[in-house]
């Protein structure tokens, strides 16, 4: 009567455990939010709304049967920009070879260019001028603010060869020195991209096409 009761007071005291969770590997969605902006460095929201986005330029015209889908293709390549990881390494986080990651990086890459200048672009009518103007203005109380621009280095592989030391920033790693403007809601509305590692900052700046338009009083504000 002493080993009944037993048995039935652990097996009730199963039944009452919390089942466990198991994730869809399949579904990358199938996390937190916290998780998602950790691992794709967007909210929920703001993936779903790039895929959608996206959606009509990555969708593959195929008859195979293992195309890979849309939203794949997208957070494989989010994924890959986050972690800096190596292609095969983001693969295996959604069983995709890395010649396919390979792919999908280099097509999104290549959509992120074509589409950069609808959406990166500095303000020029006089209505964003004085709006941005005005945000700065009372956030911070500066006057006639209508960016902020600093430079970040964006780390790369050695190109090896004679120009090798060039790409060397100030930190020792070889990259690239990116200048980037921002307005008060941190969008960003200017880049330079083209300079090397061992580019100074006040260099980017001094030839850049903003500096030049500034220099015009067009537009009339500052950074």
Known sequence: MAEYCLVMNLLERNSMRKQRKFRDRENPFDFEDSVLLLKYRFPR?????????????????????????????????????????????????????????????????????????????????????????QKFQMANNFPKILGVVDGTFINIKSPGGVNEPIYVSRKGLHAINVQIVCDCNMKVTDVVSKWLGSTHDSFMWTNSELRNKFLENKPNGWL
Do not use: M, W
């Not at 890979?68 to 069983?95: C, E, K, M, W």
């Not at 280099?106 to 006089?126: A, D, G, Q």
């Open 45 to 133: 929201h703001a993936l779903i709304a790039i895929i959608e986005k996206f959606r009509p330029f990555l969708t593959r015209k195929t008859l195979r049967s293992n195309a890979i889908p849309v939203h794949l293709q997208v957070l494989v390549a989010l994924r890959f920009y986050a972690s800096g990881s190596f292609q095969h390494v983001t693969g295996d986080v959604v069983n995709i070879s890395q010649s396919s990651v390979c792919r999908v990086v280099n097509s999104i890459t290549n959509l992120l260019c074509n589409i950069s200048r609808n959406y990166i672009r500095f303000p020029s009518e006089r209505h964003e001028i004085s709006l941005i103007q």
